[in-house]
T-cell receptor, first 115, second 112 residues
Framework: AQSVTQPDIHITVSEGASLELRCNYSYGATPYLFWYVQSPGQGLQLLLKYFSGDTLVQGIKGFEAEFKRSQSSFNLRKPSVHWSDAAEYFCAVGPIIQGAQKLVFGQGTRLTINP | KAGVTQTPRYLIKTRGQQVTLSCSPISGHRSVSWYQQTPGQGLQFLFEYFSETQRNKGNFPGRFSGRQFSNSRSEMNVSTLELGDSALYLC???????????FGEGSRLTVL
């Protein structure tokens, strides 16, 4: 069955430090991969996506992610975090069924920024 | 271009009641999906509509239903509410078949 694992439930980093959020997936075919961010009380905003091609993808707000097929991973990185990056981050894979827009999400990683 | 709009944003119901949530997708998006988000279960897929037809359904009881209108707006309904239905209900619209979803801010339902 398709699944997404985000091993870290909660991460705390200092402002200005680098960040890496881990994501591992299980998917039978070539996946479409996504990272979404959710601020408290808000919906999800797409940070970046991987469909094919270059395995290093750039997103909004200075985030990037690298697709590694051999490791079934799609880790999210940022060189220097800002206090406004504090939020919950979700990795997702899909679409699970051809022709249907269904994503499977990880459980999320909550990011706290220390001043 | 306006984003996905969900109404109401917050609502409180009691057990046994029913609720209807509304979602207006981004203009031009014909697919609307619904997700339930809870602290324990995370984000779970409810169903997806495309051109007024339910294209896929998640593993939720029949109390959860939805529909889509000709203008792509969608509603979901939960009947006979239970305490466990308290959640943030997120609507997302999309264009194409890549799974790239654009989410609304959600409707937070509290069942007392």
């Amino acid at each position: 069955a398709q699944s997404v694992t985000q091993p870290d439930i909660h991460i705390t980093v200092s402002e200005g430090a680098s960040l890496e959020l881990r994501c591992n997936y299980s998917y039978g075919a070539t996946p479409y991969l996504f990272w979404y961010v959710q601020s408290p009380g808000q919906g999800l905003q797409l940070l970046l996506k991987y469909f094919s091609g270059d395995t290093l993808v750039q997103g909004i707000k200075g985030f990037e992610a690298e697709f590694k097929r051999s490791q079934s991973s799609f880790n999210l990185r940022k060189p220097s975090v800002h206090w406004s990056d504090a939020a919950e981050y979700f990795c997702a894979v899909g679409p699970i069924i051809q022709g249907a827009q269904k994503l499977v999400f990880g459980q999320g990683t909550r990011l706290t920024i220390n001043p | 271009k306006a984003g996905v709009t969900q109404t109401p944003r917050y609502l409180i119901k009691t057990r046994g009641q029913q609720v209807t949530l509304s979602c207006s997708p981004i203009s031009g998006h014909r697919s609307v999906s619904w997700y339930q988000q809870t602290p324990g279960q995370g984000l779970q897929f409810l169903f997806e509509y495309f051109s007024e037809t339910q294209r896929n359904k998640g593993n939720f009881p029949g109390r959860f239903s939805g529909r889509q209108f000709s203008n792509s707006r969608s509603e979901m309904n939960v009947s006979t509410l239970e305490l466990g239905d308290s959640a943030l209900y997120l609507c997302a619209s999309s264009v194409g078949n890549t799974g790239e979803l654009f989410f609304g801010e959600g409707s937070r339902l509290t069942v007392l």
